[in-house]
């Protein structure tokens, strides 16, 4: 099955199918995705075929602004539009999950979005929401669950008395190691210079 073209909270705003716009009723052949942190994927691996933008209102594909088509590797054709930028080109090969843009309101645009759209061999439009393996409807997708935290084990209760013991961390200096907290680089700086004193090696 195709990643989501966002790591990042999902909304979707615009689903696949007949739809209202601006009080016409047409034809959306795609599925309008809204990326929390903007940074568009890829969702299979496979070329890049075309990374541009088209101005020529003439031309129907001015209404997609900034964007990237990609042949997958299962024979698909991903289209991602309204980009704000494109960071790859015609001809690079990329693989799921590689960066192809950022998220923005090119071309005929309400709004900063991801046109994201399917296609076969024939030129024929396919469910993209299907395709992602989600629900074609309008909603949030949480894609960034945090992972369950890990209970304490016999083993890690060992490790921390013995870094304790041994001075290699001591937390805030009023009884909290202050295990569940994030470290800098200067505290980890700091961890890995005492534990190398402790070993003999600094």
């Known amino acids: 099955m195709a ?16 739809r209202t716009l601006n ?23 496979g070329t890049v075929v075309v990374s541009q933008i088209v101005t020529d209102t003439s031309n129907a594909t001015w209404e997609w602004g900034n964007y990237v088509c990609v042949l997958g590797d299962d024979g698909y054709y991903i289209y991602y539009c309204h980009m704000a930028e494109r960071r790859v080109v015609a001809g690079q090969r990329v693989r799921a999950g590689d960066i192809l ?3 923005g309101n090119t071309g005929f645009s309400q709004g900063d979005h991801l046109h994201f759209e399917v296609r076969n061999g ?7 929401a299907a395709y ?21 084990t016999a083993w890690s209760d060992e490790a921390v008395a013995w870094a304790t013991e041994n001075g290699i961390i001591y937390g805030d200096g009023n009884g909290n190691l202050m295990l569940d907290e994030p470290c800098t680089r200067r505290q980890m700086a700091t961890f890995l210079h005492r534990f190398a004193q402790s070993i003999g090696k600094a």
């Open 101 to 103: 843009g950022i998220m």
């Open 122 to 128: 024939q030129n024929q439009t396919l469910d993209p």
């Open 23 to 45: 009080g016409k009723r047409g034809w959306h052949g795609g599925i309008d995705l809204v990326g929390e942190d903007y940074v568009i994927r890829a969702s299979v691996g």
């Open 132 to 152: 992602l393996g989600i629900e074609n409807k309008v909603g949030e997708l949480r894609t960034d669950e945090p992972e369950p935290e890990e209970s304490n």
């Open 3 to 18: 990643q989501l073209p966002f790591a990042s909270r999902i909304r979707v705003t615009s689903p696949y199918g007949w």
